[in-house]
């Protein structure tokens, strides 16, 4: 019996071998040059971030993103908007982990579920500082080399019944004669 008489075949090939997925709340305290009077709004732009795997078990994303803040000062009679980066790590746990795969060399893909969004932005208790809530969430995928085996018929023949032609059935006029082109329109 040689290989290729074999019922079953080995394939190499990439597949997702690692999933994992985290939801992140911060809180930042930025200081305005004024003592802010009232938040007047803050919205975070500019998200960047990168992935690489950390450890058997777990994915590294670095980012980072801007933080814009516009209060009123002076008795709410002047505005400002202040802008602060901010710089964040998450290590995400895999929660899904095939153990099989055939080598180190895996791809990282990390998907934000939900772009860094202010939740709540207010005066810090001394009166001189902002605080605010950022919320997050990413979904990361571990893609690596694995094998999958796959059942094959080694006896497959061109005539074998199996063969797509075979599902290639055609119409006969018998089978159409009966057929009414206006049956939607029609009513009987």
Known sequence: MTFLDKEYREIITKAVCGKGRKFSKESHSIS????????????????????????EDTVEINGSYDVN????????????VVTERVAYTDIIP??????????????????????PNCLECKIAGSGSKVTVEIEREFVVQIIGDTKVFVRVNPKWEKDDEDDDDAWDYKLTDDEVKDVKPDFIHKKD
Do not use: M
């Open 32 to 55: 305005p040059s004024h003592r802010p009077s009232s938040i007047l709004g803050c919205w975070v732009i500019n998200h960047l971030y990168n992935a690489k795997k950390k450890s």
């Open 69 to 80: 803040i516009w209060y009123s000062y002076n008795d709410n009679t002047k505005t400002e």
């Open 94 to 115: 895999l929660s899904v982990k095939d153990d099989n795969s055939l080598n180190d060399e895996y791809d990282v893909i990390a998907k934000v579920i939900q772009q």
